[in-house]
């Protein structure tokens, strides 16, 4: 799938294709249109940084991978490698089977679980009990939305049996947080804004609470589950949100409650924040709304752009809407969003970044 993801991003963004270009002819003597040699392509493995050492030779093969005759040049000791499409000379970046990526996504999933709490808590101290200029003290939660999300990927991929204890001990220790320290509402004599984004995005943790209670029916978490979204912050004048995330969160919390609530105005809820928002600052093609950070006013037509975390956090909002209701609207949604523009913000390395992406392939 991200073969097929890099593949469009090259075949979307022509101003990179033609600025990656010029670097690998610059630096490389790449020619479009030509074969690539070997000692071209060992040139583009040191220009994206992969290395040749005594214990990982770099080896170059010949492919038939997208379809297309190519270069594949990797270490072999490790299986990270890049694409050279003889036809075109482009380069595409392709982590595949990388054993030290599975080294440190393993490193880290067990320094969290090593990092429990005899209360369930888990995850750095500081944020257990944060401590602000007014001596108000709060437990910021929103690491833990982040981090649920990785535990149980790793539970549905490797089958850990302690992931179900250690997130029901952590939903305990939850429950039992006395309402002061628990999702507070935002305070400026605080001195910190960062611990009350969980205060925004408190919706966030009910799709983890709902897949603990699949696996283990316990009541009491669908109670955690409503005072977790009777604490998300409420609208505050005409729109939901004016920032690009957490809009692009918030307007789903009402229909993943729906899940629990089974009101029909849960689910209208949502789909009245995405159209009354769309309708305004959607004016950009397939799917998005203009919003570098914030939507501003009079920033409303095609121009406009996106940041990448918006595309995303709006693709995961579709996909859990779509689990819940069976519509395939959020289907499209999610297909218009990360087929037409996600591509379009990634660069053909690829290197991460906040990228404003404007709505206009």
Known sequence: MLAIVLIATLASCGSAIKRDARRLKRKCDVVQGTEVSEEQARCIAKLYGIKQTRSCPLEVDRTDDFGQPAFRIRESCSGVGIFVAESTGRVLAVLTGDERLLAEAKHWIEAVIESRDQDGYFGARYHKAVGGANGQVICDLWPHMVMIDALISHYETVGDPRVIPMLRRFFQFCRDLPDEQFIPARNRDFGDWKPFIQYDRA?????????????????????????????IKPPVGEWLDDHVVHFTQRFRYPGNYYAQSKAAWHLEASEYWYDQHLSTWGQQPRGIFGADERIRPG?????QAIETCGMVE???????LGRITGHCVYADRCEDVMLNHFPASQTPDPVFSTRRTPGMI
């Not at 799709?207 to 009777?230: D, K, S, V």
């Not at 709006?314 to 859990?320: C, P, T």
């Open 314 to 320: 709006f693709a995961k909002s579709f996909y859990i």
């Open 299 to 303: 920033c409303v037509d095609p121009r």
């Open 203 to 231: 919706g966030d943790m009910l799709p983890h609470i709902y897949w603990l209670y699949n696996h283990t029916g316990e009541t009491w978490l669908l109670a955690l589950a409503t005072r977790f979204y009777q604490r």
